[in-house]
């Protein structure tokens, strides 16, 4: 009896030892899975060009608990469901402004990192005030955990990009970055109805995946022209000088709204808007900017095949162009016009 109690106490520490080591196996399992989908930023580091780029103060990996209650949208509201779209030549590119050629001096404010408690309300209000349209990259968690300032923000006319669901600057295999910006685009429409083709990579890292998961989505990549650097938290004389001596015509300013203590912003935002009012500057969303420059393409082209036909070029010089015209669509007003100007032409040829 002796003995076998003995041998039973034996086998006992064995089946406990066994026991442990499995479930160390285990966890050091589900830990390789988790390296593999996404490795940490200690073994990937950025490479030079992103240390220069990354902005080094907005890192929001920590899941916030909501301070503001999930209200669902209202019926009416999901049902007009909107699309935040680019024209084609911008789909799947990625700028940092764009070059107009007329004396048209517009300009593009963004801000990232939201929705975030104050702040956002704070911005909302001051463009309401000087009805002013502007871009806000979210981040998809902070989207979850404010949805009635999401919605604030889309009920005020602003318009709405993607900026990943954790803002990681770790390098991602392509399943996490298509899972960054996908959950990212859900949160988004399921909260507020919109549909965006707007995404801005978060530290403006161009090369760790997630920007090259948007290029293939359709998505325009949107970089910025002016940095205001407000992510640290210059004095607000600083900050206003940093955006007014970058600011060009057909220009993106980066600004944040999320991702800390954006008071400066803040301070800065109203003496920013007067002085580039003054200027001559005008307030346009990115999609808007966008747009502007498409126009003047498509007004380009129209005035070069004008040209070619006063030049007297009348013998089979339009069929191409008419072609092209009528494959455009909609447009600027005047553009249909003139497809159909073309196509007379090449029928009375
Ligand atoms: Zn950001």
Not at 163 to 171: A, C, S, V
Not at 197 to 209: D, E, I, K, Q, V
Not at 331 to 336: I, L
Request: proline share 5%; net charge positive.
């Amino acid at each position: 009896m002796g003995n076998r109690r003995r041998l039973f106490a034996r086998h006992h520490s064995i089946w406990l030892t066994l026991l442990a080591f499995a479930v160390s196996m285990g966890f050091g399992l589900v830990l390789f899975i988790e390296l593999g989908t996404s490795y940490p930023a200690i073994l990937m580091p950025p490479t030079r060009s992103e240390q220069v780029q990354a902005p080094p103060s907005i890192r929001v990996t920590q899941e916030v608990k909501p301070k503001v209650a999930l209200k669902p949208l209202p019926k009416q509201q999901l049902q007009t469901s909107k699309l935040v779209s680019i024209p084609v030549q911008f789909q799947g590119t990625t700028f940092a402004d764009v070059k107009l050629n007329s004396q048209d001096k517009a300009i593009a404010l963004t801000f990232d990192d939201g929705p975030w408690p104050k702040s956002t309300e704070q911005i909302l209000s001051i463009l309401k005030q000087h009805n002013i349209k502007s871009t806000f990259f979210w981040i998809g968690q902070n989207v979850q955990n404010y949805p009635q300032l999401a919605q604030k923000v889309v009920a005020d006319g602003q318009n709405v990009g993607n900026h990943t669901w954790h803002h990681w600057y770790r390098r991602m295999n392509e399943a996490t970055a298509a899972s960054e910006i996908e959950r990212t685009a859900a949160v988004i429409f399921k909260t507020t109805g919109v549909r965006t083709l707007l995404f801005r990579p978060p530290g403006g890292l161009l090369h760790n995946g997630p920007a090259d998961y948007a290029k293939t989505h359709q998505y325009g990549v949107v970089m910025w022209s002016v940095d205001s650097e407000d992510y640290d938290r210059p004095s607000v004389p600083r900050l206003v000088k940093n955006v007014l001596s970058r600011a060009k015509s057909g220009g993106i300013v980066l600004m944040h709204d999320g991702g800390g203590d954006r008071s400066h912003t803040v301070e800065a935002l109203p003496l920013i808007i007067d002085a580039l009012t003054k200027s001559g500057y005008r307030f346009v969303t990115v999609p808007e900017l966008l747009e502007i420059k498409n126009k003047e393409q498509v007004a380009l082209k129209d005035k070069s095949a004008t040209t070619q036909r006063s030049a007297g070029g009348s013998s089979g010089c339009c069929f191409e162009q008419a072609q092209e015209h009528q494959s455009k669509g909609s447009g600027a007003g005047d553009q249909g016009n003139t497809g159909v100007r073309e196509r007379q032409l090449f029928t009375n040829n």
